[in-house]
């Protein structure tokens, strides 16, 4: 069974744990990976669905934190600056899709993520 089966199959979520995973997702838009770090390490084994949330959420900001760090070196060549700004927007809608759906209680999967960690 994959992952993914796993959570389908799972109860639904407190509402705690729902919270968490929101602000969770939307923290990274702040904090970069700092908050989903933490409520990983935090909450890995109390709830399957925060765990995956917050490596979700995790591996995301990674992702962008290593996308911002090369349109940084591009800034040199002009071309840079304008991928930092696109970059940021999608880092915001994305937590903001992110958040909304998980507030439902729904699994969330960002389409463009490293998944880093595992």
Known sequence: ??????????????NDDKNIATITHLA???????PALVV?????DDSEYLA????????FQITVLMAQ???GILAIILIGFLFIFI???????????????TSKGETYR????LRLIN
């Open 87 to 101: 970059i940021w927007l999608l880092n915001i809608a994305l937590c903001i899709i992110a958040a909304i759906s």
């Open 40 to 44: 990983w390490i935090l909450k890995k």
């Open 28 to 34: 990274g838009t702040v904090f970069s990976f700092v």
């Open 52 to 59: 995956s949330q917050a490596k979700e959420a995790l591996n």
């Open 1 to 14: 069974m994959t992952t993914e089966t796993n959570l389908a199959t799972s109860p639904t979520p407190s």
């Open 69 to 71: 760090f090369i349109a």
């Open 110 to 113: 960002y389409p463009i993520c």
